[in-house]
């Protein structure tokens, strides 16, 4: 990641994919069953049931296989119970949680996220001390403002552009496309084949930011961010971002889409590659990995956002670290989970089943699943990657998100879009006393 004046951390590299879904969180009623806050499970022999919140969208994490907690509890004594929340409720109900003191235990969010959504220096442990921190192979991804804040065995960064079904692309004879021109005539071949082209999954905002998000990094230099954090830039004064809005709608207009992208989430993404319903969609390469869990013989690949010449493909800042809030009531057993997590057996198991890059001296990364190794060769080999808007932003981009959806409401333009968000950006960046503005 580029560096920003108001951050000492974040950075991204290695940009080698996998991985998790973006940001996410979840909820659910606090079901602590035993022991005072600061008790321990191993006090007398009890069992301590700690909450672990994370978002739906997110249920592919690693940290919640139920075999893995399984194996943590028999070992412990302590159960994790999950708060489960919509993706498009995360920040807001876990900026409840943590103002009223319905503190979960642990925390599976987005790093950069936690920094604007969470008031990550106000709310959660910093993890320095922590055993784990020294086996640490790039301490810098877990890292913002100087220390160790998150959690995670892994050090990739997710990839974020169209996934593709492989197949459907060679039995109608298509080429990946790399101008929006070409990415419609292949949208039209596939619709004329009778295959949804796309399936948009906009019930949850933030999906129908990553084509924006990869779109807008690649229109500007990344300083053009620095100047926008300093408000000398406006997000309005590109026209290219207005294009890309327009592209983006372009493609529902002109019916390349599942009819109800405001009802349909993004849980049913798996179903329809499973069952080969949609031929693409615009997200990261965490979902290749969660298609693959479930049918090996899917064989699908990620592209670059086509919406300009020659595009990079994105590069978001790494996502679904766990956190340990300040306020929560069983640190200790949280932190036991961690470093249960991290040991060096159970994280190769992860690391080999997932496919990780590892970030543990003492882990080795396997060979690398075909997807990602395409990825690495098309690629980050090449230097064709851009990180995407999210990984300079500095304030809540839920506004944002927002207005996205309402552009597919019917209720703004593109233009629209875009100036309601360049005012709440402004006002977002006043209300953190950001200099400038």
Excluded at 114 to 120: I, K, R, V
Excluded at 135 to 149: Q, T
Excluded at 299 to 308: D, V
Excluded at 361 to 374: F, I, N
Aim: proline share 4%; hydrophobic share 40%.
């Amino acid at each position: 990641m580029k560096p920003i004046k108001k951050w000492s951390g974040i950075a991204l590299t290695g940009l080698l994919s996998v991985s998790l879904a973006a940001c996410g969180s979840g909820s659910g009623n606090t079901g602590n069953t035993t022991g005072d806050k600061g008790d321990s499970a191993s006090a007398g022999g009890k069992k301590v049931t700690i909450e672990l919140a994370i978002s739906k969208s997110s249920q592919d994490s690693p940290f919640i296989d139920e075999t893995l907690l399984d194996n943590f509890e028999k070992e412990t004594n302590i159960h994790i119970n999950l708060q489960l929340l919509p993706a498009e409720q995360t920040a807001t109900v876990l900026q409840t949680k943590l103002a009223v003191n319905e503190t979960p235990d642990l925390v599976q969010y987005n790093l950069a996220s936690a920094t604007t959504d969470l008031n990550l220096e106000r709310n959660f442990e910093i993890l320095d001390d922590e055993a784990w921190v020294s086996r640490l192979e790039n301490k810098d991804v877990l890292s913002a403002y100087g220390h160790v804040y998150s959690f995670h065995i892994s050090q990739d960064t997710g990839m974020q552009g169209v996934v593709y079904n492989k197949d459907m692309f060679e039995e109608y004879g298509l080429e990946i496309p790399t101008t929006f021109e070409e990415f419609l005539a292949v949208c039209e071949t596939l619709k004329s084949n009778g295959i949804t082209p796309v399936f948009m999954p906009y019930k949850d905002n933030w999906a129908a930011n990553i084509w924006p998000a990869a779109a807008f990094a690649n229109a500007v230099e990344p300083s053009w961010f620095d100047q926008l954090n300093a408000n000398e830039v406006k997000w309005t004064d590109v026209p290219e971002f207005v294009t890309a809005l327009e592209q983006q709608y372009e493609v529902y207009e002109k019916g390349y889409t599942n009819a109800d992208v405001l009802a349909d989430s993004y849980d049913m993404a798996v179903g329809k590659f499973l069952n080969k319903e949609v031929a693409m969609m615009f997200m990261g390469d965490w979902l290749i990995e969660s298609v693959a869990e479930k049918d090996p013989s899917i064989s699908l690949g990620l592209f670059a956002i086509p919406s300009g010449d020659d595009p990079k493909i994105g590069a978001s800042p790494l996502g679904g670290q766990l956190f340990i809030p300040k306020e929560a009531k069983y640190k200790e057993e949280a932190k036991k989970f961690l470093d249960y997590v991290a040991s060096q057996e159970v994280a190769q198991q992860i690391v080999d089943e997932r496919a990780y890059v590892s970030n543990l001296s003492d882990v080795t990364t396997p060979e690398l699943p075909g997807y990602k190794q395409e990825i690495v060769d098309n690629y980050i080999t090449p230097k064709k990657t851009t990180l995407t808007t999210d990984a300079y932003m500095l304030v809540d981009r839920s506004e944002l998100y927002r207005a996205l959806q309402d552009q597919f409401a019917g209720s703004k333009t593109a233009e629209q879009v875009l100036s309601t968000w360049s005012d709440k950006f402004i006002q977002l960046m006043k209300d953190k006393g950001v200099e400038g503005f």
